[in-house]
């Protein structure tokens, strides 16, 4: 019997797949204090709540932005859960008028000064997260609070049941995608990454979303194995897992290979976060940042007009960074 048996807790975080992934560690330590939890996410990233072990029930918004009337029906439908906690893991008015249409007498969030928000929470940490560097810290902090006592700090996960990719014994991926919040990588240094890595004696299959067949049409040319446009999420999952090594831009890739156990070399560019902030959540890999920022961003702002980053991290310091994971 765990020290949270006879509790029901709902967990609210929906938009993108990296940050839908970031909240799985808190769900797995309440089930492993004897909760019982139920989730509300987004509908692309059903799979991420809805296979992990000791959820008992999902539910999904259609996007990462849904109208106050989507909140009020799935908050309703959230009702038959008689969940008596909520952990407000997105942090808007929304998701909090979600936990308290599903009727949980203790919400619990992390937001600025905003009254709408406020008004629909009964307890607000965001002064506790303030100086923790890692968005699961974060929600921790919100966990932790509702549970009453510190919870035991678990990884990220994710389980694939889609059916194994035919992919030699030894590669590397190259994940093309951005998740549409950071800059990309140049597609010349991609292609340079790519023949590079195949010059030292490795496979490289490339992944990414159809779209990136446009730009990145020569190294997706020069890899092994194009996969290109041709996984889903399970799909993505699977390959990752068998991969030695993961290299991605900062986003939604670099978590999910996280979540399956795979190291990753995370491309930091864009948003000027520190080091801490977007290391893989106890898991191996390395971050690599460019020597230089672009002047009109600021730590908590990519304008997406600038390449200084991009052109400032140079292949030679990502082959470093896997040479190191592999040695």
Known sequence: MGRLSGRRFLVIRYRKMGDTLMATPIIRSLVEEGAEVFTIGEKPWERIFSTLPGVQGNLNVSSGNPGYWEC??????????????????????????????????????????????????????????????????????????????????RPTLFQSSAEAVELPEKFLTVHLGNGGSNLSWSPERFANLVSRLKETGWAVAVTGDQKERSSHSEAISCADHDLVGATDLDKLASVFAKSSVVIALDGGGCRLATAVGTP????????????????????PGEVVEPSQRCAQCSPGKCTLTGTTCGDSLPVDQVLAAVQRLTA
């Open 264 to 283: 990753i070399v995370n491309l930091s560019i864009g948003f000027n976060w520190s080091t801490s902030t977007v290391m893989p959540w106890m898991a």
């Open 72 to 153: 009020i029906k799935i908050g309703w439908a959230a009702r038959k859960w008689k969940c008596d906690a909520a952990l407000v893991l997105r942090f808007s008015n929304r998701a909090a008028l979600i936990a308290k249409v599903a009727g949980c007498s203790s919400r619990v969030g992390a937001v600025r000064k905003n009254k709408p928000v406020l008004w629909r929470l009964t307890k607000n940490v965001f002064g506790a997260t303030q100086s923790l560097p890692h968005q699961v810290d974060k929600y921790y902090a919100v966990a932790d609070a509702a549970a009453g006592f510190e919870l035991t700090r």
